[in-house]
Every structure is written in C-alpha cells, then in structure tokens.
Nanobody, 121 residues
Framework: QVQVVESGGGSVQPGGSLRLSCTASGTISSIATMGWYRQAPGKQRELVASIAGVGNIDYADSVKGRFTISRDNAKNTVALQMNSLKSEDTAVYFC???????????????WGQGTQVTVSS
C-alpha cells in the first residue's frame, strides 16, 4: 500500500507565496516521476510541474518563472514553491507519484487527496 499526502495549501493575496509539500509512504521500492497537477472549478486537471527521478523538470508555461519544484529522494517528498501567485492559480492542487512497490515489478501512479489554493484579494 502507498499513501500520498499533500499539505501547505491555503489562501493568499495576489503576489503572495505558498509552499506545497507531498510525502509518499508505504511499501515503496522506487519512485520515478513526481509531479503537481491542479484542477480549477469547471476545468480539466492540468500538469503544473513534474520532476523525474534523474532530475529532469517540466513546468506549465503559465507558471514558468514563478513556481519551483523540488524533491528529496531520501524522504520521498516533493515540494512546490509558488511565488507571485495570481488569481488564476486558484485550484485544488494534487500530488502525483509513479511508484514501484516492494511487492511488484510494475509501476503504478498514485494521487494525493488534493489541497486547496485560493488566491484572492
């Protein structure tokens, strides 16, 4: 079993900052890509940022230069530092990890429950 838990959401004014954290735990053998997605009301879930096991990083064009993703492989954590937040960043943010458990040779994607980020004046 694998659990993925996010934290760090909240409300902030435009221009402010928030830091999201996500920890994967359980019978984990390896973690490949870790990422953050978001879903705003009435919209599809979209990729915000991802970081591969070897460190390759991708960002959505809308967050480049404002958001920074990082990971700690020793702790199975991934963080998203969000600066210069805009109202359009308001969404539920989900953590996503690709995991191989100690009882399987295949990779499986796990999702967290989501954390709300609200940017409003």
């Amino acid at each position: 079993q694998v659990q993925v838990v996010e934290s760090g959401g909240g409300s902030v004014q435009p221009g402010g900052s928030l830091r999201l954290s996500c920890t994967a735990s359980g019978t984990i053998s390896s973690i490949a890509t870790m990422g953050w997605y978001r879903q705003a009301p009435g919209k599809q879930r979209e990729l915000v940022a991802s970081i591969a096991g070897v460190g390759n990083i991708d960002y959505a064009d809308s967050v480049k230069g404002r958001f920074t993703i990082s990971r700690d492989n020793a702790k199975n954590t991934v963080a998203l530092q969000m600066n210069s937040l805009k109202s359009e960043d308001t969404a539920v943010y989900f953590c996503n990890v690709d995991v191989r458990t100690s009882t399987s040779v295949t990779w499986k994607t796990y999702w967290g429950q989501g954390t709300q980020v609200t940017v409003s004046s």
